[in-house]
């Protein structure tokens, strides 16, 4: 849903600018980016917190998870 609203002519200046600095492809993507950043909702929604959960396997402790992440990655081509 598509809505129009009023600003003055200070506030549309202020939009470009953002726009620009941003790279937005709209003011309605400028303002998103603005109230996400200022809100913290980025922050929380790309939270590390659990990451390792996929890892996990039944009764293993986080010693012998990363033990085993260790090993693999010794045996990869990476060192």
Do not use: C, P, W
């Not at 726009?19 to 809100?39: G, Q």
């Not at 998870?65 to 693999?72: A, G, P, T, V």
């Amino acid at each position: 849903m598509v809505t129009t609203i009023q600003v003055d002519e200070h506030t549309l200046l202020i939009l470009k600018k953002l726009k620009e600095e941003l790279n937005a492809s709209s003011y309605d993507d400028a303002i998103n980016k603005i109230a996400v950043e200022r809100s913290g909702h980025y922050a929380k929604k790309h939270s590390m917190a659990g990451s390792l959960a996929k890892y996990y396997k039944k009764g293993e402790t986080l010693k012998d998870l990363l033990k085993e992440l260790q090993d693999e990655r010794r045996k990869s081509d990476r060192f």
